[in-house]
């Protein structure tokens, strides 16, 4: 484990987490931990990589070297493959802040990010996920579709059930109260977010901001 930038939290402590999650994702983790340190409120930054054996944390460690920003980087590889949603889980216990965001280490978190979100999770206690749309991009990074992959403003086990099916806001947009971690069994599974998507309509609500804050990477290998 590798530490960079600010020594330690602001006082009150880290507003929230910014996870970077890889997997032989070395050719696109640069911007993605670019978009984590562009963001605009000071945040526990924690980049794992689990376990690729691609050399994907020596593709960052140079932009890190240079950075003397408010964040404060945790550089780190899992010990073995644990797959997405053990890696998570993992993260959850090593992450200090009330509020976890994700970012897949394919995907660029725009500027404004975290600030946004945080403002609706404090204007609206009863929420427990807050996600966003995105703008979904090639490999290259060139817009495929703007602010796309929406639901309703306002999503609770009334929407879900009415709807007859389940529907999730994006995992790569996704923050959440770490309560969602916390108060319930490890995540299992290949994917995240449909879990964290119910957990957080049974605790109170799920928002989501028709802003797009996430660059959403589409390529063969998405899960």
Known sequence: TEYYGASGPPEGGWPATFLVIAFRMRDTLPQAVAGALAQTVPCEIIVSDDSSGDGALDAVRPLL???HGPHRVILR???RNLGLCAHMAELAGIASAPILFSSAGDDVSKPERVACVLDEFATQPQAFVVGSSVDD???AGRVIAPATRGLPR????????????????????????????????ALSGRAEDNMLMLRGAL???????????????????NL
């Open 65 to 67: 070297s240079e950075y």
């Open 154 to 185: 306002q999503v609770d086990q009334d929407w879900l059930l009415a709807r007859g099916r389940m529907a999730t806001i994006l995992g790569a947009s996704m923050a959440v109260r770490r309560e969602l971690f916390d108060g319930f069994p």
């Open 77 to 79: 590889s899992t010990a």
């Open 203 to 221: 605790m109170g609500e799920c928002r989501w901001l028709g802003l797009p804050l996430v660059r959403y990477r589409r390529h063969g290998s």
């Open 137 to 139: 991009i090639d490999a």
